[in-house]
């Protein structure tokens, strides 16, 4: 099993299942949708892997051939970083910067009464999605319509939990208006996480292009709503890093 821990999120990945340059595609992706959500243009970046001596050196370079593919696709620029040997479990590390002319909003400028936007179908994260493309352009023009967006690292419901917990607001969300991935169920959806996708709140002027998907409220609470606005009963709110 190969760890690999990226700017925010853990994303943990089996190399008897996916090619070393899919991790290293797959990893940097998740990283860039943290400045994919504030509308950020990628610069630079550092990559610190820890490397198990089992590993072939096929494994590292492959690894870092995924990292620069998209790099060079983004315009970001591998500058650095750091190798040591792991005494089992390997891990790569990534940090990195980005540059934007508009201020992003904060979670917690969001407000009663905004619409809860997502930019994509949900629920299609996995082993076999070997080159997801970070919502970079797409996440640019939001920010700068006045939109406030996260990434869908830990699934959408738990974002929505971080919107309320930064805002002391609530949100309803309507399942049935989730775009689903071909083959995903909806109560699915709304808890996968590694997802580019993103999720957005705001007045409906910035939201133009989204699938609309809900509503902030006053209340705090985060709820789920199924035919008649009738509370829905979720088992699994997304990915815990400290469960």
């Known amino acids: 099993m190969a760890s690999c821990d990226t700017f925010v999120e853990g994303v943990h990945f089996d190399l008897g299942r996916q090619k070393p340059e899919a991790i290293g595609w797959r990893s940097l992706a998740f990283s ?32 870092y051939a995924g990292m620069s593919e ?46 809860i936007g997502v930019s994509g179908p949900l629920g299609g994260a996995g082993v076999d999605w070997e080159r997801p493309l970070p919502q970079l352009a797409r996440g640019s023009a939001l920010c700068q319509a006045g939109a406030c967006c996260g990434d869908i690292s830990d699934g959408l ?12 607001v609530g949100a309803r969300l309507d399942l049935g208006s989730v775009p689903l991935a071909p083959g995903v169920a909806a109560l699915d959806a709304i808890s996968s996480g590694e997802e580019v996708e993103l999720v957005c709140v705001g007045p409906e002027a910035a939201m133009s ?35």
């Open 32 to 63: 860039l949708g943290d400045l994919a959500a504030k509308g950020a243009a990628p610069t630079y970046a550092l990559a610190s892997i820890s490397i198990p001596r089992r590993w072939p050196d096929q494994v590292v370079l492959g690894i």
């Open 70 to 115: 998209l790099a060079a696709q983004v315009g970001l620029r591998l500058v650095g970083g750091d190798t040591t040997a792991a005494p089992h479990d390997g891990s790569l590390s990534l940090s990195l910067l980005g540059r934007t002319a508009h201020r992003p909003l904060a979670r917690a400028a969001a407000q009663p009464g905004w619409l």
């Open 157 to 168: 419901l738990r974002e929505l939990d971080k919107f309320a917990a930064a805002a002391g």
């Open 209 to 243: 292009g989204l699938h609309l998907v809900g509503e902030l409220t006053a209340d705090g609470r985060v709820v789920v709503v199924g035919p008649g606005g009738i509370e829905v009963e979720v088992a699994k709110r997304g990915y815990d890093h400290f469960a």
